[in-house]
């Protein structure tokens, strides 16, 4: 995807779930506060957080696109990564806000100090409203995230996917009140919040993940093996991958023809470097070490370590 394109792509999924939850904080809050419906405000309080770090992160997506200078030669991308951990330390804090005020309100019942009283059916209308909405949302976001590979994205999607369960939860608790059993509200507030923290711990783990420099997984590696295989002459020795925000940089061991001259080395580790970028998505540089490892060569020395010539790395963001 042209870099240009999947920045434009990404503010717009940002900026779309910012108006959303302006609007959805507001609403829900109000009403769950008029209509007497502690699941919803406990909602409210949700998407109240939601337009905080949608701010937070509509500023890192932006400032992920800058340049690549001489302090980061690979760019700013792992802004995006830092935007999705930002993201999920606000989903677990809201979280434990909303169990700690739906566990005090269920005690308050039954402790006989609070007067429970049936949420009205304007609560209702805005909770299936709100599930509606998600539903569009998480939908959009997720098909964005799919496309960019930008984490920031890919957790606003499962905090989406997530307000659709928080919302039907509360909608679910504001029947039950409506029908005589008002502890249902509360008790679905409590639902709300275990559902808000694991899709927070969720996103912690898998944005730390990037930035710990975790490496791809064997699709990858699966990838990179089937389109060496093509190649003659070149046996797939051992690969390395780190990200880079989206991007995926690879360092590859090779064995080749141990006869073969420096030069000769050299042209197949440049057409290797040169197919990986063409054909692998986000493969942004790859480093390749050859060594003499095939037709009984015995006698192993260290080969060149290479990074792609402007040509190759031009190549393969082109894609």
Same mark, same amino acid.
């Given at each position: ?19 959303? %939850?302006?609007?959805? !904080? @507001?609403?829900?809050?109000?009403? /769950? *506060? &008029? +209509? ?125 996917? %997530?307000?659709?369960? !928080? @919302?039907?939860?509360?909608?679910? /608790? *504001? &029947? +039950? ?143």
């Amino acid at each position: 995807m042209d870099p240009a394109h999947r920045d434009r792509s990404s503010i717009f999924a940002v900026n779309l779930g910012l108006a959303a %939850n302006v609007v959805l !904080a @507001a609403l829900k809050t109000a009403v /769950g *506060i &008029l +209509g007497h419906s502690p699941a919803l405000l406990a909602d409210g309080i949700n998407s109240t957080s939601d337009v905080v770090y949608y701010v937070v992160v509509r500023v890192f997506v932006g400032l992920a696109r800058t340049p690549a200078d001489d302090e980061h030669p690979y760019g700013h991308r792992q802004l995006e990564s830092i935007a999705a951990l930002i993201v999920g330390a606000f989903v677990v804090t809201t979280g434990v806000t909303i169990f700690w005020g739906s566990v005090n309100a269920v005690y308050d019942m039954w402790r006989a100090t609070d007067v429970a009283a049936g949420a009205s059916l304007l609560a209702l209308l805005v909770a299936v409203f709100t599930v509606l909405t998600k539903i569009i949302l998480t939908a959009v976001t997720k098909r964005v995230g799919r496309r960019t590979h930008n984490l920031a994205v890919i957790a606003l999607a499962y905090d989406h996917r %997530n307000d659709i369960m !928080a @919302a039907s939860a509360a909608t679910l /608790g *504001i &029947l +039950g009140g409506r029908m005589g059993h008002p502890w249902i509200d509360p008790l679905a507030g409590a639902l709300v919040a275990l559902i808000v923290l694991g899709t927070g711990i969720k996103i912690l783990r898998e944005s730390s993940d990037d930035l710990m420099d975790t490496v791809p997984g064997k699709a990858l590696r699966q990838q990179i093996a089937t389109l060496i295989r093509a190649m003659p002459g070149v046996e797939l020795e051992e690969v390395q991958a780190h990200r880079f925000g989206p991007y995926l940089v690879a360092n590859l061991t090779i064995g080749v023809n141990g006869s073969m001259s420096v030069e000769e080395g050299d042209r197949i580790a440049t057409r290797v470097e040169r197919t990986l970028c063409r054909e692998i998505d986000f493969l942004m540089r790859v480093h390749v070490h050859y060594h003499p490892a095939i037709e009984g060569s015995r006698q192993r020395h260290h080969g060149r370590t290479r990074s792609p010539d402007p040509a190759a790395r031009e190549n393969g963001r082109a894609k």
